[in-house]
């Protein structure tokens, strides 16, 4: 079984910056980060961050130059940085992780709420 947390979360004031992590544990052996996504309330979820397969990230437009992924292999955590933080950047923030053989299997966390005033 994987085990998938997301944490960081919170309310923040337009402009400010919160860092979310993610971390991935249990039979984690073959696991990779797929990215983070986020849902705003009566929206569909949308990527914000995608790793694409040959390791490179593609953000989502509006979070580029503001949002900034890294991670922490020892720990099986990826972050979320984000900074100049919009109201429209409210929403349910979720992460990713894929296993792919034998058989893909993907595995999301609880979310993570993020509240941006303006």
């Known amino acids: 079984q994987v085990r998938v947390v997301e944490s960081g979360g919170g309310l923040v004031q337009s402009g400010g910056s919160l860092r979310l992590s993610c971390e991935a544990s249990g039979n984690i052996g073959r696991i990779n980060f797929a990215g983070w996504y986020r849902q705003a309330p009566g929206k569909e979820r949308e990527s914000v961050v995608e790793?694409?397969?040959?390791?490179?990230?593609n953000y989502a437009d509006s979070v580029k130059g503001r949002f900034t992924i890294s991670r922490d292999n020892a720990k099986n955590t990826v972050f979320l940085q984000m900074n100049s933080l919009k109201p429209e950047d409210t929403a349910v923030y979720y992460c990713?992780?894929?296993?792919?053989?034998?058989?893909?299997?993907?595995?999301w966390g609880q979310g993570t709420q993020v509240t941006v005033s303006s």
């Open positions: 990713k992780w894929v296993v792919r053989i034998p058989a893909l299997a993907v595995y």
């Open positions: 790793i694409i397969s040959d390791g490179s990230r």
